[in-house]
């Protein structure tokens, strides 16, 4: 993928609005895992 398709993408996004909504995700994601593995433990 170029770089300008990415940008065009992503034109219509502030940028911090977009890495703010991967960490939400990130860390909803991580601590889903968690509290898996402490049920299956």
């Known amino acids: 993928m170029e770089l300008s398709d990415r940008i ?18 990130l860390t909803l994601f991580k601590n889903t895992c968690r509290q898996s593995l402490c049920m299956v433990n």
Do not use: K, R
């Open 8 to 25: 065009l993408l992503v034109d219509d996004v502030p940028e911090n609005l977009l890495l703010t909504e991967v960490n939400s995700t």
